[in-house]
């Protein structure tokens, strides 16, 4: 993938910028601000943006979702060391890809960003999950009425269930007994039927929407 960095941190962003290149990944550029992220995404058109949530000249968070609004075909992931739970929120609701922390290895890092290579969220369980859970419930307006869950079928509701769970499609597929594309068709109609754009937001509107109940997410 082509990938642009934005980091304030020149050394993390460096070291972060050696791996992806030894992983066989082009980095198309190098930010150091929110705005500067912007205009060199405009202008290099990456396939994965790697943004950082606070820095100088403007959140990472308002880069995210100009560079959305602009080019909403480009992922965008958060790498970041906050584990604020409006920080993801935010994050989400601006269009991320993906929300990872700076401290998960370098092997997760890798299944992460291959992840997204292949149009699926990043996003780790042990922390998204559970922060996404326990927001999004204290958040949920009272008069929303939640989706109905007749317009998914059981199969759905099983893979909709692992998806929550923080599983990929070959996961799923394994789990389940069918092949990995079966799982994306059923993923698709799961978007499709709850009217949701990825991974991450169909998560946490099961959560939010009692779809699948808390006790059944992994952490």
Do not use: C
Not at 82 to 100: H, P, Q, R, T
Request: no cysteine.
């Amino acid at each position: 993938m082509r990938i642009l960095l934005a980091d304030d941190h020149a050394l993390f962003r460096d070291g972060v910028a050696s791996l992806l290149g030894a992983w066989g990944h082009e980095i198309v550029g190098l930010a150091s601000s929110g705005p500067d992220a912007v205009e060199q995404a405009k202008r290099l058109s990456p396939d994965l943006v790697l943004m950082d949530v606070r820095m100088p000249g403007g959140s990472g968070l308002d880069a995210t979702a100009r560079i959305k609004a602009d080019r909403p075909e480009t992922a965008i992931v958060i790498l970041t060391v906050s584990e604020d739970e409006d920080d993801l929120f935010a994050a989400i609701k601006a269009g991320a890809n993906g929300y990872l922390l700076k401290n998960l290895e370098g092997p997760q890092f890798r299944t992460m960003i291959d992840a997204v290579g292949r149009g699926e969220a990043a996003i780790a369980p042990a922390t998204a999950a559970r922060i996404i859970e326990e927001y999004l419930r204290r958040d949920r307006p009272p008069d929303r009425a939640p989706s109905d869950p007749d317009a998914l079928t059981d199969r759905e509701i099983e893979v909709l269930r692992l998806v929550t769970a923080g599983l990929r499609n070959k996961e799923i597929a394994t789990e389940l007994g069918i092949s990995e594309n079966t799982a994306k068709y059923h993923l698709r109609n799961i978007l499709e039927k709850l009217h949701a754009e990825s991974r991450t937001e169909v998560a946490a509107r099961a959560v939010r929407e009692g779809l699948i109940p808390p006790t059944e997410t992994r952490s």
